[in-house]
């Protein structure tokens, strides 16, 4: 079944109407189930199993970083449509001793034997999405490593049990899993080690199949027992040094053992009066500040959701965000992102002049120009019994990576190196031993300098879109956690790529309307210039914790994937 059959089936009772109407007994818009409410502690991933496995790590005495490292390893074995620990890690973290935010950036950087000349002697203009050269290291075991040294108190061994104990044993595919895997292998089954570690003869497991990977169970153990270095420096990275010589790859052992993830500061911006937290650059998490900052200025209260000026304004806000996102998002080692003024209500001021009430606008130029100086994922929630949130996010890009999978491994690499740009001058262009733009972006807001809620939306380009969403779903719209997910979702598509891989957009670009936006509305946009049209499911994933007022924690998880939201 299709990820939109199953949105269009959840939200086919407000088909029709805004979000004030409902068919449920207790009156609630939008919601497919109750929010989940516990008073000690709380997870929410995309897979029952991995949430399940959270939760007997809290109850074990392990803190929320514990709990998410378990369930992210769970999650490599049971959704490696989404992740792995051949991906990038990026993560959140609100310590309560400290009681401010931490973020940690693991994403890895391009092999240093690759470079820009290679890419052009072999004719190519973009980078490919598979196979050995978009390939970049895999952040996701050292970001284990170091949120563990920081805010861990059980062993590593005992993290990765569960996971070790599942690959060897077995697990059922669930369905929205089984749905993407199905998708992938003819795509991936050409690279070497795909078909012999994640296929069952050829083909993809079946929904209610049991899965097993013992190769992974054997590297999870390694690492569980030798730590880091087992796969930045040990006989894992020698087994992906040959692997690559062997198959017209780059990566090297040296790229592994000079490896370091770091940590950073979270940035900013305040939404009528709660304070929005992202990771800066790389990533893309500060889109989603600047289309906040341009929406304050307008009651979209008022307005309703659903209504044309609602979807109408943040459609021209997110174009106006993303042409920004296109030009100045980069690794800031090799270009100074200027975050500040990006995200500044003043530069929202100036910038949000553009965004006219009657008419879409067609092509959107960054409101800074760059002056150059020297991608499917998982997400998932856990807040513990002590107050420690975690908020995190883990992709190989592209649902199941590069499909490059190291013999005897059991886990495929990333193929993250396809959002560099293979031109020279442009920020996010292709360089040796560099970081890629990257989609993955875990979100936080506080509320006076207090922890209120830890989410984040999955899906490319719909993440920022997805996060600005849900923080106006629940302080604009006053929908509850539940509510404000499985609310029809806005997607615009279309606007300049930091890749490279796309024109200037100069037509508008393609606005994509989930089940649930009523008819007039659709129809008031045509007027307005948006071009609306109909999509199998690009709506992203979503996970949720929030810090309940009258004590304990409220749990929200995604109606469009397998997940769930659970506590104790």
Same mark, same amino acid.
């Given at each position: 079944? *299709?990820?939109?059959?199953?949105?269009?089936?959840?939200?086919?009772?407000?088909?029709?109407?805004?979000?004030?109407?409902?068919?449920?007994?207790?009156?609630?818009?939008?919601?497919? %189930?109750?929010?989940?409410?516990?008073?000690?502690?709380?997870?929410?991933?995309?897979?029952?199993?991995?949430?399940?496995?959270?939760?007997?790590?809290?109850?074990?005495?392990?803190?929320?970083?514990?709990?998410?490292?378990?369930?992210?390893?769970?999650?490599?074995?049971?959704?490696?449509?989404?992740?792995?620990?051949?991906?990038?890690?990026?993560?959140?973290?609100?310590?309560?001793?400290?009681? %401010?935010?931490?973020?940690?950036?693991?994403?890895?950087?391009?092999?240093?034997?690759?470079?820009?000349?290679?890419?052009?002697?072999?004719?190519?203009?973009?980078?490919?999405?598979?196979?050995?050269?978009?390939?970049?290291?895999?952040?996701? +075991?050292?970001?284990?490593?170091?949120?563990?040294?920081?805010?861990?108190?059980?062993?590593?061994?005992?993290?990765?049990?569960?996971?070790?104990?599942?690959?060897?044993?077995?697990?059922?595919?669930?369905?929205?899993?089984?749905?993407?895997?199905?998708?992938? +292998?003819?795509?991936?089954?050409?690279?070497?080690?795909?078909?012999?570690?994640?296929?069952?003869?050829?083909?993809?497991?079946?929904?209610?199949?049991?899965?097993?990977?013992?190769?992974?169970?054997?590297?999870?153990?390694?690492?569980?027992?030798?730590?880091?270095?087992?796969?930045?420096?040990?006989?894992?990275?020698?087994?992906?040094?040959?692997?690559?010589?062997?198959?017209?790859?780059?990566?090297?052992? #040296? =790229?592994?053992?000079?490896?370091?993830?770091?940590?950073?500061?979270?940035?900013?911006?305040?939404?009528?009066?709660?304070?929005?937290?992202?990771?800066?650059?790389?990533?893309?998490?500060?889109?989603?500040?600047?289309?906040?900052?341009?929406?304050?200025?307008?009651?979209?209260? *008022?307005?309703?959701?659903?209504?044309? #000026?609602?979807?109408?304004?943040?459609?021209?806000?997110?174009?106006?965000?993303?042409?920004?996102?296109?030009? *100045?998002?980069?690794?800031? =080692?090799?270009?100074?992102?200027?975050?500040?003024?990006?995200?500044?209500?003043?530069?929202?001021?100036?910038?949000?002049?553009?965004?006219?009430?009657?008419?879409?606008?067609?092509?959107?130029?960054?409101?800074?120009?760059?002056?150059?100086?020297?991608?499917?994922?998982?997400?998932?929630?856990?807040?513990?019994?002590?107050?420690?949130?975690?908020?995190?996010?883990?992709?190989?890009?592209?649902?199941?990576?590069?499909?490059?999978?190291?013999?005897?491994?059991?886990?495929?690499?990333? =193929?993250?190196?396809?959002?560099?740009?293979?031109?020279?001058?442009?920020?996010?262009?292709?360089?040796?031993?560099?970081?890629?733009?990257?989609?993955?972006?875990?979100?936080?807001?506080?509320? =006076?300098?207090?922890?209120?809620?830890?989410?984040?939306?999955?899906?490319?380009?719909?993440?920022?879109?997805?996060?600005?969403?849900?923080?106006?779903?629940?302080?604009?719209?006053?929908?509850?956690?539940?509510?404000?997910?499985?609310?029809?979702?806005?997607?615009?598509?279309?606007?300049?790529?930091?890749?490279?891989?796309?024109?200037?957009?100069?037509?508008?670009?393609?606005?994509?309307?989930?089940?649930?936006?009523?008819?007039?509305?659709?129809?008031?946009?045509?007027?307005?210039?948006?071009?609306?049209?109909?999509?199998?499911?690009?709506?992203?994933?979503?996970?949720?914790?929030?810090?309940?007022?009258?004590?304990?924690?409220?749990?929200?998880?995604?109606?469009?994937?397998?997940?769930?939201?659970?506590?104790?």
């Amino acid at each position: 079944m *299709s990820v939109l059959r199953l949105s269009a089936a959840l939200l086919a009772a407000v088909s029709a109407l805004s979000a004030t109407a409902a068919d449920r007994v207790t009156g609630a818009g939008f919601a497919t %189930r109750s929010e989940v409410m516990a008073p000690h502690a709380m997870a929410a991933t995309s897979h029952p199993l991995a949430t399940q496995i959270a939760l007997d790590v809290l109850k074990d005495g392990g803190s929320a970083v514990d709990a998410a490292i378990a369930a992210n390893a769970a999650l490599g074995l049971m959704e490696p449509t989404g992740n792995g620990i051949g991906g990038d890690l990026f993560a959140i973290v609100w310590d309560p001793k400290s009681k %401010r935010l931490h973020g940690y950036n693991g994403s890895g950087r391009s092999p240093k034997a690759l470079t820009l000349e290679e890419f052009e002697r072999r004719g190519l203009s973009d980078i490919p999405a598979h196979g050995p050269l978009p390939v970049t290291v895999p952040g996701t +075991v050292d970001a284990w490593f170091a949120l563990h040294a920081k805010f861990g108190r059980r062993s590593m061994a005992q993290n990765l049990a569960p996971a070790v104990a599942y690959a060897r044993n077995g697990h059922p595919v669930h369905e929205v899993i089984a749905y993407y895997w199905d998708r992938s +292998v003819p795509t991936l089954s050409k690279w070497p080690g795909f078909r012999e570690q994640f296929t069952m003869n050829g083909r993809a497991p079946r929904k209610g199949e049991t899965w097993r990977n013992p190769n992974l169970a054997r590297t999870l153990e390694t690492i569980g027992r030798e730590g880091r270095d087992a796969f930045y420096k040990g006989a894992i990275a020698r087994t992906i040094d040959a692997y690559f010589r062997a198959n017209d790859g780059f990566l090297r052992y #040296e =790229d592994l053992a000079a490896h370091r993830g770091e940590w950073v500061s979270p940035v900013s911006t305040n939404y009528r009066g709660y304070d929005v937290w992202e990771l800066p650059p790389n990533g893309q998490g500060i889109a989603a500040l600047q289309i906040l900052n341009l929406l304050e200025p307008y009651d979209l209260k *008022s307005y309703g959701f659903g209504s044309p #000026e609602h979807v109408h304004l943040f459609a021209e806000a997110k174009k106006l965000a993303f042409a920004d996102r296109a030009a *100045s998002y980069a690794d800031p =080692d090799f270009y100074r992102t200027p975050v500040e003024r990006l995200i500044s209500k003043e530069y929202a001021r100036e910038r949000g002049k553009l965004i006219s009430m009657d008419k879409a606008m067609k092509a959107a130029e960054p409101g800074i120009i760059p002056e150059l100086n020297e991608g499917d994922t998982i997400y998932l929630t856990v807040a513990d019994k002590d107050g420690m949130m975690v908020s995190l996010i883990q992709s190989n890009y592209r649902g199941m990576g590069s499909g490059m999978a190291a013999p005897g491994l059991g886990f495929i690499f990333q =193929d993250r190196g396809e959002q560099f740009v293979l031109k020279k001058g442009h920020p996010n262009s292709f360089a040796p031993g560099k970081r890629p733009f990257h989609t993955i972006i875990p979100a936080f807001v506080t509320k =006076d300098g207090k922890p209120w809620l830890s989410y984040g939306v999955m899906g490319g380009a719909m993440q920022p879109q997805g996060h600005a969403q849900i923080v106006i779903n629940l302080v604009d719209f006053g929908m509850n956690l539940q509510e404000a997910g499985d609310a029809p979702r806005i997607q615009h598509d279309g606007s300049t790529d930091p890749a490279g891989q796309a024109t200037a957009m100069s037509d508008g670009g393609e606005l994509d309307l989930e089940t649930g936006f009523p008819y007039a509305t659709v129809r008031a946009l045509m007027r307005k210039g948006h071009s609306v049209r109909f999509a199998d499911g690009p709506y992203g994933g979503y996970q949720a914790i929030m810090v309940n007022p009258q004590g304990g924690y409220i749990g929200a998880s995604e109606s469009r994937k397998d997940g769930q939201a659970a506590g104790y």
